[in-house]
């Protein structure tokens, strides 16, 4: 399942500048604001506990896990997990530079992507995640069952809103004919079974962690910093016979939410009825595809969007072709030219 | 070779790309790092029916790899990750958009209609491009990659005002990722010579096995606070020397931004053409 966790990953080639740019903005403004409220905390242990906490969930992801019941792995992300550890704020500037490293060390994701990237992963995943489910669940405390709970809630539902966002991006950038519909149905179901197997191993790790040392997770009885108090463990252990039918019920609530969520965007349920109904004239159409030419007008960082019809198209003459193997030509003369010059400077040494 | 032994051989062997004695590798990292963003951006910009703009943009990572030495076969095996995305993405645009836009041979009527030749379609054209778009970010990424350490990017990227506190956890995560990651391979080793023929770790065994690896590094975070403390940091990152410009650096940046104007905002490729036609 490597590939299915980089399906996640943007790449700087399906992104119009501008929508890159307004993802490095958004991205950006998060940050500072993280940045912010990590030195508000004031806790020099901090910076050395992200750094290392990020190498964790990069090595984490090396890990394979198997999925009982199927022949297949899953592997683990960690914005989820990040952010019950060490916060949403510190979580979040963890995950940027766990992208950021993947960025530099593996090429994956593109340094113009990093902005979405981490609006995609690591905001839903460490704000969404644990602001709005995680602190609300533990307020009176953890349990096993609500940690495995909130893991598997949070992480679905952070997966769905990334994979949500990978497709508004992308048509957004008007790079793709693919209706949005069919991309929603592509997308959206995939991620559901990732989100899926990752919060049942980041509930694995999270309830072990409340086990043998409760004080290390976030936000645990409403305070911050204080150790949780556990209250309903006296009712007995939670089994995992047991907590799979408790996840059944909160993947069904959690498709239900993701349902109403894209229902939520009339703008592009109304563009896919025109795709199926077979319109042609939908090139320019479409609301989140005219928010972003209007973008790309406005702030014209390079303002050359050339559509079917207009005149910058790929040489209808014969001198395109003819200069498009000139180039190539060019490529292979200067490979040639290096290797010669190198194999004489060899020699020469030799 | 397990996963996990080819993503350390992938670290290490990206470091020692970068540890070499070559030209490029001498370069300021602010002019690399700038140089692939304009190129990214550039080539990305580039509208998508515009093939022959695009091919002219190959020039770069062609010199390039030529330049610094590196092996186009590694860095396409690192594609591998990236790409399907844009694959899958690009690939329907055949499907959805059956305008045609070129004609290869073929007559054409005095009524403007073309009879024979090859038609291509404008899906066919965008899918190419978007494919070629992918191709040349992901090349022009690991050009900078396998040329410049991650010291020398966060450094860079200080002099970009990149606030501390991020660039520290970035050399942090750079600095204990080949040290996880080989407790990570022990920690496989070890489970599969318990567990025989299985593909991954039981279920039963996510939570212990992970959450004690975990506590493992929390108590390890702990130390490396200490051991930073002793050596007498304060939050700041200091650099042993400021990395001074030279002339190479900027006439090396400002032939590129040239070369990246022309092909971006005037049609090379016809251009040539168009002597020979």
Known sequence: MEGDYVIMHMADALLAPAVAGTMYVASTGVAAYSIKKVKMENDPKKIPVMGVMGAFVFATQMLNFTIPGTGSSGHLCGGMMLSALLGPWAGFLTMIGVLLVQCLMFADGGLLALGANVWNMAFYGCFIGSLLIWKPIMKKGATKGKIVGASILGCVLTLQLGAFSVVLETLASGITELPFSVFVATMQPIHLAIGFVEGLITSAVLVFIHEARPEMLWGVGGNDNLTSIDVADSKGKLTFKKTIGVLAIVAAIAAGIVSLFASAYPDGLEWSMEQVAGTSELEAAGGAYDVANNIQTATSILPDYAFKGSDSVLGTTTSGLVGGLVVVLLCVGVSLAFKFFKNNKKEANA | ?277
């Open chain 2, 1 to 277: 070779m397990s996963t996990i032994d080819n993503k350390l051989k992938a670290i290490s062997n990206i470091n020692t790309l970068q540890q070499r004695d070559q030209w490029v590798n001498h370069l300021h990292p602010l002019v690399k790092l700038l140089l692939t963003f304009i190129y990214i951006i550039s080539v990305v910009s580039i509208s998508k029916y515009n093939l022959s703009k695009m091919l002219v943009f190959a020039i770069y990572p062609f010199f390039c790899f030529n330049l610094a030495d590196l092996n186009f076969r590694d860095a396409i095996y690192r594609m591998r990750l990236i790409l399907p995305l844009v694959m899958v993405v690009g690939i329907f645009n055949p499907i959805f958009d059956r305008d045609i836009m070129l004609y290869i041979g073929g007559n054409v009527m005095a009524n403007g209609e073309h009879v024979g030749g090859l038609a291509i379609s404008a899906g066919v054209i965008s899918m190419l491009t978007l494919m070629l778009k992918g191709v040349y970010a992901v090349l022009a990424t690991y050009i900078l990659i396998a040329t410049t350490s991650i010291e020398e990017i966060c450094y860079a990227m200080r002099k970009l005002h990149v606030p501390q506190i991020l660039v520290l956890v970035i050399l942090l995560i750079n600095r204990y990722i080949y040290i996880l990651g080989e407790e990570a391979s022990r920690i496989m080793t070890a489970y599969k010579l318990r567990a025989p023929s299985q593909k991954g770790i039981h279920y039963k065994a996510w939570g212990p096995l992970v959450g004690q690896w975990l506590i493992r590094s929390m108590d390890r975070a702990e130390t490396v606070y200490e051991s930073m403390q002793l050596r007498g940091f304060n939050g700041e990152y200091r650099y042993v020397a400021d990395q001074k410009t030279r002339a190479t650096d900027v006439i090396y940046f400002m032939v590129w931004l040239a070369v990246f104007a022309v092909f971006r905002f005037t049609n090379v490729v016809e251009l040539l053409g168009g002597l020979f036609v």
